[in-house]
């Protein structure tokens, strides 16, 4: 079984601070993307990687940064922690082959910055 | 760009039919999903249609395509207690590689007893 773990299930942060959110898959998947979950405006790609040390802006990268020195780990960054960044962070996996485009999801991290 | 709609919010009782809907305007869109996400976890892919198909079935699952009205649903059969979650549609314009997924807004199902 595929297997994506995010490193916190909760978490709080104060305002100004800088937050990792650490994500890894163990079935060597090329494809590592970040979202983040919001009541009412569904699934946001924040950013995505399809390769070690490569990163691409999904549709609302403003006020993250990504990172990826490994194949199997892929960390956002919130450089600066802001109360609009309080959400559902949720971190997926895909192979860059095959028939469909399955996305493996972890099973999330709950951000609140006050 | 890329646009996913679904109402929010369905309510069924328990052994009746549910029918989840779900609109999307790019008319590049070659993959269809639905996803499910259980309290408390990540999302987990049901089931996906090409768009050269107008039905899948899997099981209790049915899913429709309409691409002319670019309308996709999803019908489950003898809903359980164990389907109440938030259901995903999506869509993509390609297998394989990278291709950006678009998320709709998610439909949350309360399972009546």
């Known amino acids: 079984d595929v297997k994506v773990t995010q490193s916190s299930r909760y978490l709080v942060k104060r305002t100004g601070e800088k937050v990792f959110l650490e994500c890894v898959q163990d079935?060597?998947?090329?494809?590592m993307f970040w979202y983040r979950q919001d009541p009412g405006l569904g699934l946001r790609l924040i950013y995505f990687?399809?390769?070690?040390?490569?990163?691409e802006k999904g549709d609302i990268p403003e006020g993250y940064s990504v990172s990826r020195e490994k194949k199997e780990r892929f960390s956002l960054i919130l450089e600066s922690a802001s109360t609009n960044q309080t959400s559902m962070y949720l971190c997926?996996?895909?192979?860059?082959?095959?028939?469909?485009?399955?996305?493996?999801f972890g099973p999330g991290t709950r951000l609140t910055v006050t | 760009g890329e646009d996913v709609e679904q109402s929010l919010f369905l309510s069924v009782r328990e052994g009746d039919s549910s029918v989840i809907n779900c609109t999307y305007t790019?008319?590049?869109?070659?993959?269809l999903y639905w996803y499910k996400q259980e309290p408390g976890a990540g999302l987990q892919l049901l089931t996906y249609?090409?768009?050269?198909?107008d039905m899948k079935q899997d099981q209790r699952l049915t899913v429709l395509l309409n691409k002319k009205d670019k309308h996709l649903s999803l019908r489950i059969a003898d809903t359980q207690t164990g389907d109440s979650a938030i259901y995903f549609c999506?869509?993509?314009?390609?297998?394989?590689?990278?291709?950006?997924?678009?998320f709709g807004t998610g439909t949350k199902l309360q399972v009546i007893p």
């Open positions: 249609i090409f768009s050269n198909m």
């Open positions: 999506a869509e993509s314009r390609g297998p394989g590689g990278y291709q950006k997924v678009t």
């Open positions: 079935m060597d998947h090329e494809n």
């Open positions: 790019d008319s590049s869109s070659t993959y």
């Open positions: 997926a996996s895909s192979p860059s082959f095959g028939t469909a485009y399955e996305q493996y």
């Open positions: 990687s399809y390769d070690v040390k490569m990163k």
